[in-house]
């Protein structure tokens, strides 16, 4: 789970995290998707984000694959159903021969659930468990960016989140749980929450820090 206030740097910790793997990934852009292809885009080509126009955005399913950059990174845009991700990996599981190593899913309140809305507790009751046995049954990971907006301290993103201000967003099912916030300038914080495979801080207190390029949308380690 990767938490943060709109606009607190989820899909840029998200894109940034992609594109660097080597491994297949299934990244479905429901929130904002020509956002998306255009932060794609400008790593691919290492080019400003500012200079990419929406001409440029089709360069990614067009040219970018044949220079064999990244050509198992597959950008899926439109909200999308418990069904709909399921034969998703089907299919790619079937043209890779193995799954997809993870899954990025931008942004959990996109996610359709019939019959629920985002703001119903039953939302979050359908699709998390759900989610967590497909990841079992696919043998794949998922990473489900979610929108925290829960009182005025971290509502500009730029302070830390803590395990108590997530609130039905998976924290329970979620083997990590990441806080992501900007507390000044171009830096960004990854709070470790929650981390079945090491040390965590629910309070927020342990994170890891990294700069941001804007113009570029990257993130690079101190």
């Known amino acids: 789970m990767l938490a943060a206030a709109p606009g ?14 080597q491994d297949p990934i299934l990244y479905l852009a429901q929130d904002s998707p020509r956002s998306i292809l255009k932060r794609f885009t400008a790593l691919a080509l290492g080019r400003r984000v500012s200079d990419i126009g929406e001409e440029d955005i089709d360069y990614w399913s067009g040219r970018i694959a044949e220079q064999g950059k990244r050509e198992e990174l597959v950008i899926a845009t439109g909200s999308h159903n418990l069904d709909q991700l399921d034969a998703k990996l089907v299919a790619l599981t079937e043209w890779l021969m193995q799954p997809p190593t993870l899954v990025f899913i931008d942004n959990l309140f996109d996610m359709r659930s019939e019959g629920n809305s985002y703001m119903d507790t039953g939302f979050y009751a359908d699709l998390l468990p759900s989610l967590k046995q497909m990841a079992i049954r696919h ?3 998922m990473v ?3 929108h925290v907006t829960r009182g005025d301290e971290h509502g500009l993103g730029t302070e830390r989140i803590r395990m108590k201000d997530l609130l039905f967003a998976g924290e329970r099912e979620a083997r990590h749980v990441w806080g992501v916030y900007r507390p000044r300038g171009n830096q960004v914080n990854v709070s470790i929450l929650k981390n079945q495979d090491g040390a965590a801080e629910p309070s927020g207190g342990l994170y890891v820090t990294m700069d941001w390029h804007p113009e570029e949308n990257l993130l690079l380690s101190r």
């Open 8 to 21: 607190g740097g989820k899909s840029l910790v998200a894109t940034n995290w992609a594109w660097r793997s």
């Open 139 to 141: 043998d794949v990971g």
């Open 144 to 146: 489900l960016l979610h």
